[in-house]
């Protein structure tokens, strides 16, 4: 039996549940590989993780999609989910659960929810008269709109006017709770700056939101009054509590959250951030249940420094991205070349000189011309080394040794650019200390054991570096892991920690190399530039 005090922490996270009006794209896809960076990181460290991702499959927009389609609503949701768990698994995404809106279940969870919101007297009926845009499933103000009656985040669709009876929910309510609720946590909006949009808008007074409509067929009924379905965003929120129950597990409130809830964090595009920093908060208020640890916005992608829109033509498909330059590429670039909470761009050959500069050259390359010299000079095999047989001013010790700790604050605070950055910085010195020590000529003077300790010192580096970065690319720094003589495979998943525990790969010096070490290969081929670039 294990007892309390030796139960790992558990973490549970989620992807935004995605529309399912069209393939996903590289903004799903974005999303969806930080949170699994995350995930990885938090399995990393021996914690148990819960990772959800899934799809929003009602409402209007999905219903017209269909139309179009001229299909049945459900097949088309069925062929677009399809395309969602090939993608995740292309970009090697270890999600735990995938909760489908559509999910019987699910149902019984929305349902037993709205009840108890009902019960608490925070639902009422009215007259909705205002704009709508269908590709938000949101109403916007006269004043959010542009002049032609666009809204700005869908400039090729028009707001449409409605003016029909909706069951409304009373957030106005809750106004005083969430002040308060986002000035004694200032960790549950993140980063600051989105905090800040949240606080101001907050501040000039909310308004009670409709949660019903009259004219879309393709939703939950309202239970006690069939002419209306559940709107989309209402269902969508508590699509996150029914992908927490265990797949034989009765559908009820009380089994959703008995394991996992609250959930610690629920990672999100900057779009999405009112439906979940405002209203979602209020609703669980409304149906006093405890609320989630920390709301994440995250900025948005731009390709060559212009928004992406099929109307410009320069959308970026994650199916070709991947299929071209392989999982742990993609996710290298947009991990660490942008910083998570800002806007970030995405420029092909930009792609391609980055991966190619840190993860060809810099590691790939200092792992192989190192392990060479090992086979040349030392037969393969290291004797037992370790930091405490290197000089206190070893210029890879002394960034070694801190590495671990400052990297682990960079991710605890999703903040992959710098941790990565601070990686980079031990093997781009890595590489200038194995030129400046030339151990090709302390080999020839015979002084074995400088050589052998030089060699240590830098595939120790390599070694960290790898480890440390292998939530980001884990098919990459497995390799990295094999060449060294360990059998890890850094998709493993929950067995990680056992198998390579934290608290010792995660130190410089700590890990004796004397085993043989393989023959070097190349661990990371240069990618191509995208036809008629060159470096
Ligand atoms: N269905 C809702 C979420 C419901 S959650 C209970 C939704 N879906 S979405 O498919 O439209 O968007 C999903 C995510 O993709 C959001 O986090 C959004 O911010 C993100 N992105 C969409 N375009 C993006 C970029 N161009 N760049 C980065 N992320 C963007 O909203």
Redesign the pocket.
């Known amino acids: 039996m294990t007892s309390e005090k030796t139960k790992p922490k558990k973490f549970a996270l989620t992807?935004?549940?995605?529309?399912v009006?069209g393939l996903p794209?590289?903004?799903?896809a974005?999303?969806t590989m930080i949170a699994d960076v995350i995930a990885r990181y938090k399995r990393l460290t021996g914690e148990e993780v819960l990772l959800i991702t899934g799809t929003?499959e009602h409402g209007q927009k999905i219903q017209r999609t269909a139309e179009e389609k001229k299909l049945p609503p459900q097949e088309h949701c069925d062929q677009i989910v399809s395309k969602f768990e090939e993608l995740w698994h292309k970009l090697d995404i270890q999600y735990n659960r995938f909760s489908r809106t559509t999910a019987p279940r699910h149902q019984a969870i929305v349902n037993e929810f709205l009840q108890r919101v009902w019960e608490n007297n925070d639902i009422y009926l009215a007259q909705q008269q205002g704009w709508y845009c269908v590709a938000c499933?949101e109403f916007k103000e006269k004043r959010e709109l542009l002049e032609d009656g666009c809204c700005p985040l869908h400039p090729n669709t028009t707001a449409e006017w409605r003016d029909e009876e909706n069951y409304f929910f009373k957030l106005s309510k809750y106004q005083g709770q969430l002040e308060e609720l986002y000035q004694q946590n200032p960790q549950f909006i993140q980063p600051e700056s989105r905090r800040n949009e949240i606080l101001n808008f907050v501040n000039q007074g909310l308004q009670d939101f409709s949660i019903s409509r009259v004219n879309v067929e393709w939703g939950f009924p309202i239970p006690h009054d069939a002419n209306h379905t559940i709107y989309?965003?209402f269902d969508?929120?508590l699509?996150?509590v029914t992908a927490l129950l265990e797949p034989e597990q009765e559908p009820t409130l009380d089994n959703a959250l008995s394991q996992w809830w609250p959930i610690n964090l629920h990672?999100?595009?900057?779009?999405?951030l009112r439906?979940?920093a405002i209203y979602w908060p209020a609703m669980l208020m409304s149906a006093k249940l405890p609320l989630p640890q920390q709301i994440f916005g995250?900025?948005?992608?731009?390709k060559d420094g212009q928004?992406?829109g099929k109307s410009l033509g320069n959308t970026l498909d994650p199916f070709q991205l991947v299929e071209k330059y392989g999982s742990d590429a993609v996710r290298y670039y947009f991990l660490k070349e942008i910083e998570c909470g800002k806007?970030g761009d995405f420029n092909e050959t930009r792609f391609v000189n980055i991966v190619n500069a840190d993860l060809a050259n810099d590691l790939g390359n200092l792992l192989n011309r190192t392990l060479g010299m090992t086979q040349k000079y030392c037969q393969g095999s290291l004797p037992s080394i370790n930091a405490a047989d290197l000089p206190q001013e070893h210029p890879l010790k002394t960034i070694g040794s801190n590495l671990g700790e400052s990297v682990t604050k960079a991710y605890e605070k999703l903040k992959f650019n710098q941790g990565c950055e601070e990686i980079l910085t031990l093997i781009r010195v890595g590489n200038k200390f194995i030129d400046e020590q030339a151990p090709w000529r302390l080999f020839k003077e015979g002084k074995q054991t400088e050589v052998e300790k030089i060699l240590y010192g830098v595939l120790e580096s390599v070694r960290l570096a790898a480890y440390l970065l292998a939530p980001i690319i884990p098919n990459l720094s497995g390799k990295i892991y094999q060449q060294l003589g360990f059998s890890v495979d850094f998709n493993q998943g929950d067995r990680l920690n056992e198998v390579a525990p934290f608290n010792q790969h995660s130190q410089w010096g700590k890990l004796i190399l004397n085993q043989t070490l393989a023959k070097p290969q190349p661990v990371f081929a240069k990618l191509d530039f995208p036809s008629g670039d060159s470096p």
């Not at 990672?267 to 999405?272: V, Y």
């Open positions: 992807t935004p549940l995605y529309y009006n794209h590289v903004g799903s974005y999303t929003d499933e989309v965003w969508a929120l699509g996150y990672l999100i595009g900057k779009d999405i439906f979940h995250h900025g948005f992608l731009t928004k992406m806007d």
